[in-house]
């Protein structure tokens, strides 16, 4: 089982990484690649087949700006995409507009600007369809956050 994480440049790395913490904290494999849909097309469709081939099973892809690397994933594999746009102009409105507004058929799920860690627990989620120990790790995640929250805000604030 493997998520690949995709985005565009060395600048949004730390953008990147609430993904792979999201991955982590469910022992999830994944890989990160830093690929261009414009200047190293080749290289990224290689990439994807080669992903497709390896047996990874969901491609979590950041983009800024024009933002059409996970367009550019989507419309060439069959496996579930999930864009996180990034903010590198007009507070990122620009990059989250392209990659939900895909073509009919090419879906991009696509979660809030720079929110990666969103994008990483999506992509456990759509795990757990498939491995019972990601669903049972998802459940108990989620009753452990709900505890924490109710511990931490339960007995009301003073305003």
Known sequence: M??????????????MKGAAKAL?????????????????PEKL??????????GCECIISGAGLAAHLPGVIAANTTLPVIGVPL????????????????????PVATVGINNSYNA????VE??????????NKLAQYRKNMKEKF????????EL
């Open 87 to 106: 903010n590198a102009a007009v507070e990122g409105l620009d990059s989250l507009f392209s990659i939900v507004q895909m073509p009919k058929s090419i």
């Open 126 to 135: 759509i795990l757990a369809l498939k491995y019972s120990e990601i669903k």
């Open 24 to 40: 982590k904290e469910f022992d999830i494999q994944y890989e990160a690649y830093i690929l261009s849909a414009h200047r190293v």
């Open 120 to 123: 990483g627990m999506l992509a």
């Open 2 to 15: 493997k998520v690949a994480i995709i985005f565009g440049s060395s600048s949004d790395i730390d953008k």
């Open 150 to 157: 109710i511990n931490e805000n339960g007995k009301g604030v």
């Open 45 to 54: 469709l290689e990439t994807v087949k080669r992903l497709e081939k390896e």
